[in-house]
């Protein structure tokens, strides 16, 4: 299974984005469809942190940091997941990864997301 983030860049405080996963090497509608979807968020010098997360029902949760800002979505049938970023601030910049929650398949090289004041 490979895992590949998309969609981040440069962007002004207050801008949007909305970054995508791509599952590729598993049958269409089994990898985000069965268990808990995440995006994860690893700022400069710091730690890989869960920000968001959909479960196989629909339900989401998110890290206290992105509520309000943050929705998680997916495509199960095209093994996509996808998560709209608004009003970002400087501290959002960080590379973005999908992966299951907990984290089960490699890490891919995720998506640099860059928030200018």
């Known amino acids: 299974v490979q895992l590949q983030a998309s969609g981040g860049g440069l962007v002004q405080a207050g801008g949007s984005l909305r970054l995508s996963c791509v599952a590729s090497?598993?049958?269409?509608?089994?990898?985000?469809?069965?268990?808990?979807m995440g995006w994860y968020r690893q700022a400069p010098g710091k730690q890989r942190e869960l920000v968001a997360r959909i479960y196989s029902g629909g339900l989401t949760g998110y890290a206290d940091s992105v509520k309000g800002q943050f929705t998680i979505s997916r495509d199960n049938a095209k093994n996509t997941g996808f998560l709209q970023m608004n009003s970002l601030k400087p501290e959002d910049t960080g590379v973005y990864y999908c992966?299951?929650?907990?984290?089960?398949?490699?890490w891919g090289q995720g998506t640099l997301v860059t928030v200018s004041s």
């Open positions: 992966n299951k929650v907990p984290p089960s398949f490699a």
């Open positions: 090497g598993v049958a269409s509608g089994s990898i985000f469809s069965n268990g808990v």
